[in-house]
């Protein structure tokens, strides 16, 4: 890790209830008081107000799970970014493989995600990863290039600081086969370089690639003490506050050491 502040997020997916939300983002904001990491949690949609008042004043980023690209309108069901603005969100994901391959949104569907959260003033965190079979196939980089392309197509250099990557290979999600330290490494490695051919190098250098697929507090230091890991995207280990405070320390002393 460089001076890159960690990023460690805690996505809830579609888990907890109301009174559970409201005690977990109790003990993350606990955490966070004295965490030099920025810390984020993307509750469900209808938590968010709940946990926004749960974490009030402890420096942690409220985050959607989703969002729809137009401003309003006639859209039954969708949420726009002004209306999650106005619930204290300031962080949102694009691009989550659960979104990519059970609910099937393409890469232009997640490209416009992710401009209309920009636009809108919050933090994008766009996620990419291959699949189990597209490893095999020996296609990771291909695909995460490919995702990381087409979901930062038209993305000004003066965005990018508010982008934060994840790399997720779907492989390693809720599965609990983790990413090696190392061919998590090349990956961002990889992923860093396609940011640099577009941006330049020192936009690539600012922008903060995080790692997201059983990340656990036994492997959460050895992932991110590696120089291009700048943190972590959390699923089931983010639903037990203990085990995410582990995981914010451990971003923590590896971006110290
Ligand atoms: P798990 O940590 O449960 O593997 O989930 C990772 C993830 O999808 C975070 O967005």
Same mark, same amino acid.
């Given at each position: 890790?460089?001076?890159?502040?960690? @990023?460690? &997020?805690?996505?809830?997916?579609?888990?907890?209830?109301?009174?559970?939300?409201?005690?977990?983002?109790?003990?993350?904001?606990?955490?966070?008081?004295?965490?030099?990491?920025?810390?984020?949690?993307?509750?469900?949609?209808? +938590?968010?107000?709940?946990?926004?008042?749960?974490?009030?004043?402890?420096g942690?980023?409220?985050?959607?799970?989703?969002?729809?690209?137009q401003?309003?309108?006639? @859209?039954t069901?969708?949420?726009?970014?002004?209306?999650?603005?106005?619930?204290?969100?300031?962080?949102?994901?694009?691009?989550?493989?659960?979104?990519?391959?059970?609910? &099937?949104?393409?890469d232009?569907?997640?490209?416009?995600?992710?401009?209309?959260?920009?636009?809108?003033g919050?933090?994008?965190?766009?996620?990419?990863?291959?699949?189990?079979?597209?490893?095999?196939a020996?296609?990771?980089?291909?695909?995460?290039?490919?995702?990381?392309?087409?979901?930062?197509?038209?993305?000004s250099?003066?965005?990018?600081?508010?982008?934060?990557?994840?790399?997720e290979?779907?492989?390693?999600?809720?599965?609990?086969?983790?990413?090696?330290p190392?061919?998590?490494?090349?990956?961002?490695?990889?992923?860093r &370089?396609?940011?640099?051919?577009?941006? &330049?190098?020192?936009?690539?250098?600012?922008?903060?690639?995080? +790692?997201?697929?059983?990340?656990?507090?036994?492997?959460?230091?050895?992932?991110?003490?590696?120089?291009?890991?700048?943190?972590g995207?959390?699923?089931?280990?983010?639903?037990?506050?203990?085990?995410?405070?582990?995981?914010?320390?451990?971003g923590?002393?590896?971006?110290?050491?």
């Amino acid at each position: 890790m460089t001076d890159r502040r960690p @990023f460690v &997020g805690g996505n809830w997916k579609m888990n907890t209830d109301r009174a559970g939300a409201e005690a977990l983002a109790r003990g993350v904001a606990e955490i966070a008081r004295d965490a030099s990491a920025e810390v984020a949690v993307f509750p469900p949609f209808p +938590y968010l107000l709940p946990v926004g008042e749960a974490l009030a004043g402890a420096g942690v980023i409220l985050g959607a799970q989703d969002v729809y690209h137009q401003p309003d309108g006639a @859209f039954t069901g969708e949420v726009s970014v002004a209306m999650l603005g106005d619930c204290g969100v300031r962080a949102v994901l694009a691009g989550h493989s659960e979104r990519r391959h059970v609910i &099937g949104e393409d890469d232009r569907t997640i490209n416009k995600k992710v401009l209309a959260t920009l636009a809108g003033g919050l933090i994008s965190v766009l996620c990419v990863g291959e699949t189990l079979e597209q490893r095999e196939a020996g296609r990771t980089d291909e695909v995460n290039d490919r995702q990381t392309r087409l979901g930062l197509a038209g993305v000004s250099e003066l965005d990018l600081a508010r982008v934060v990557i994840a790399y997720e290979p779907v492989w390693a999600i809720g599965t609990g086969r983790t990413a090696t330290p190392e061919d998590a490494q090349d990956a961002h490695v990889k992923i860093r &370089g396609v940011i640099s051919q577009l941006y &330049g190098d020192r936009a690539a250098g600012s922008v903060r690639i995080i +790692y997201g697929g059983s990340m656990k507090p036994d492997n959460a230091e050895a992932l991110m003490a590696q120089p291009d890991i700048d943190g972590g995207l959390i699923g089931g280990a983010s639903l037990k506050a203990a085990d995410f405070g582990a995981i914010v320390r451990a971003g923590a002393s590896a971006a110290r050491a």
